[in-house]
């Protein structure tokens, strides 16, 4: 079955113990992103990979890191995890970043991160 | 200012009524125009994707129009498990980033 799964699904941690979201597709697709979702602000982007060692920016990329050195996975770390980081946070995927035209994303179930 | 503004916030129907769901947006270029369903602590699911003034696409009880600055989304004789958060989302076109904009969502409440 074609899809995007996030570990853990819930994790409740304290300020500044770092952690880890794994994000993996199984569609061998190129471009990955990382989002969050807050009450009143929706879905915003964290940061994108195009492909593999290929990294940018989002819009709401303080505090956290990513890396892609497989195609199907792109974590998401926070080296040093505060309160204003409690969200849920969707990993998403897509086919091709290089068509030009409109690209589809496919989003994981979520990971509901709470920091105490 | 917000580019992807939708409305109502929230609409409750009865079951078998009909009604739209609007999406307003503010781009210079529009790569395309998304939609998901999104139910309660769960991932957004895909609806549709809409790519140019005049396109409409449907799905059982959903149908997705597109003009220049909005979109609409038809329910047509909605039930109640088509209770959920539809989310509208834009990719601009240019640039190597595509990142969708989201609005904040109608959430759709039908009942029996």
């Known amino acids: 079955e074609a899809q995007v799964t996030q570990n853990p699904r819930y994790l409740i941690t304290v300020t500044g113990k770092k952690l880890t979201v794994t994000c993996s597709q199984n569609m061998n697709h190129e471009y990955m992103s990382w989002y969050r979702q807050d009450p009143g602000l929706g879905l915003r982007q964290i940061y994108y990979?195009?492909?593999?060692?290929?990294?940018d920016k989002g819009d709401v990329p303080e505090g956290y890191k990513v890396s892609r050195k497989e195609k199907r996975n792109f974590p998401l770390i926070l080296e040093s995890p505060s309160p204003n980081q409690t969200s849920l946070y969707f990993c998403?995927?897509?086919?091709?970043?290089?068509?030009?035209?409109?690209?589809?994303?496919?989003f994981g179930p979520g990971t509901r991160l709470t920091v105490l | 200012e917000d580019q992807v503004t939708q409305s109502p916030e929230a609409l409750r129907l009865q079951e078998g009524e009909s009604s739209s769901l609007n999406c307003s947006y503010t781009v210079s270029g529009l790569r395309g125009l998304f939609w998901y369903r999104q139910d309660p602590g769960k991932g957004p699911e895909f609806l549709f994707t809409l790519y140019s003034a005049g396109e409409e696409k449907e799905k059982e009880r959903l149908k997705a129009t597109l003009t220049k600055k909005e979109s609409f989304l038809h329910i047509t004789a909605p039930k109640p498990e088509d209770s959920a958060t539809y989310l509208c989302a834009v990719q601009e076109s240019g640039g190597s980033n595509y990142k969708l904009t989201f609005g904040k969502g109608t959430l759709l409440t039908v009942n029996p």
């Open positions: 998403a995927s897509s086919l091709s970043s290089f068509t030009g035209g409109a690209d589809t994303q496919y």
């Open positions: 990979s195009m492909n593999v060692e290929v990294t």
